[in-house]
């Protein structure tokens, strides 16, 4: 049975091994007692092994014998913790003492905050935090163009984001969710969609999350560090194969989640940018073409993860609108709640 106050930490590793100590350190570093490590290796070859073996007296390790991707094995994960909330984090974040109760403070507040994210701010590949703080997620958000991006990534800290508020979605490097949501919006018992491998999944998530009535609470005072290799403007540097994902779960993604309704309203936007991204593959990404062919073999079954989530969708049509804007869309917390919230922030 899962316990309401603890919280299971979730790591999934493939050749992490520049970033896996410090990580882990930072998690036992954390002044939030109630906690449990789980990391999931996806048959690493880089020595990343050799370093989660020197942690195996205080996390709980597992080693796959082949690279399942991030979704499967963060479900995985999900399914040996044990804990109320399950915190997934990528092995390139590094937390500050006071983030894990941060956001279990602000998720306590009210039961249907399903998701809590914090403000992660950049760093170098060798865990170094620049002089001047730059954003790198304050929670996802998406665009009329379906485009999901990170609310403030790449922006100067100036002190900025500092308000409780909803978000449409946490991402996944370091993501607080509660147990009662994993339950409820699981779809043959998976959280993260195992077909997307890696990458927007955890917009995915948050869409569906979205769908079944559960909210997203952004809180300020929890605050890490993250190293972030995908951005918007640098796909060319990208492997070919985390480009095939990305279109492949572009259009899986939407083929689940999207009502006619906000086709409608999108039309334009999203068309547009639909045939960018297939003129491009044509011309160019020829390697991300195979995408098409796997949205094609699995089209049967991806009709059927859709017809599950329309049918369990709990908000109306506006609700879901409001969230697809050109500017990041945040939403007011109650009064009470912020007053709550910072006074316990003050105190601690």
């Known amino acids: 049975m899962a316990h309401n106050d603890f919280v299971s930490v979730t790591i999934v590793t493939y050749n992490s091994g520049r970033f896996i100590k410090r990580c882990l350190e930072s998690v036992l570093a954390q002044k939030y007692p109630l906690k449990e490590i789980i990391v999931v290796d996806n048959a690493s070859t880089d020595g990343t092994i050799d370093i989660l073996e020197q942690f195996e007296d205080r996390c709980h390790v597992y080693y796959n014998n082949e690279n399942i991707g991030f979704a499967a094995a963060q479900n995985q994960a999900i399914k040996l913790s044990n804990g109320g909330w399950v915190l997934t984090l990528n092995p390139d974040v590094l937390l500050l003492p006071n983030f894990i109760q941060a956001l279990v403070d602000a998720g306590q507040f009210d039961a249907r905050i399903g998701a809590v994210c914090g403000k992660l701010l950049t760093m170098t590949a060798h865990f170094e935090i620049p002089e001047k703080a730059v954003v790198d997620s304050t929670g996802i958000y998406f665009n009329p163009m379906l485009r999901h991006l990170d609310r403030g990534s790449q922006e100067v800290d100036n002190g900025h984001y500092l308000q409780y508020e909803y978000v ?14 994993i339950d409820d919006i ?15 999944e955890d917009a995915d998530v948050a869409w569906r999350a979205q769908l079944m009535g559960w909210k ?16 918007p403007g640098n796909r060319r540097a990208l492997p070919p194969e985390i480009n095939m994902h990305s279109v492949k779960n572009r259009f899986l993604m939407r083929v689940k989640n999207i009502s006619p309704d906000l086709y409608r309203r999108n039309w334009f936007s999203i068309t547009a940018r639909d045939i960018l991204v297939v003129m491009c593959c044509l011309l160019w990404e020829h390697t991300s073409l195979k995408a098409f062919w796997f949205l094609a073999r699995n089209w049967n079954r991806v009709l059927a993860k859709r017809h599950l989530i329309q049918e369990n969708r709990r908000v109306d049509h506006d609700y879901i609108a409001s969230w697809f804007q050109y500017r990041p869309v945040s939403k007011k917390t109650p009064k009470k709640m912020t007053r709550m919230l910072s006074r316990s922030e003050t105190v601690g």
């Open 168 to 181: 449409f979605g946490a991402t996944a490097a370091a993501a607080l969710y509660r147990r009662a949501m």
């Open 186 to 200: 699981s779809l043959d018992g998976e959280f993260f969609d195992s077909d997307f491998f890696v990458y927007r």
């Open 216 to 231: 997203c609470l952004y809180a300020p005072y929890a605050r890490g560090y993250h190293v972030r290799k995908v951005l």
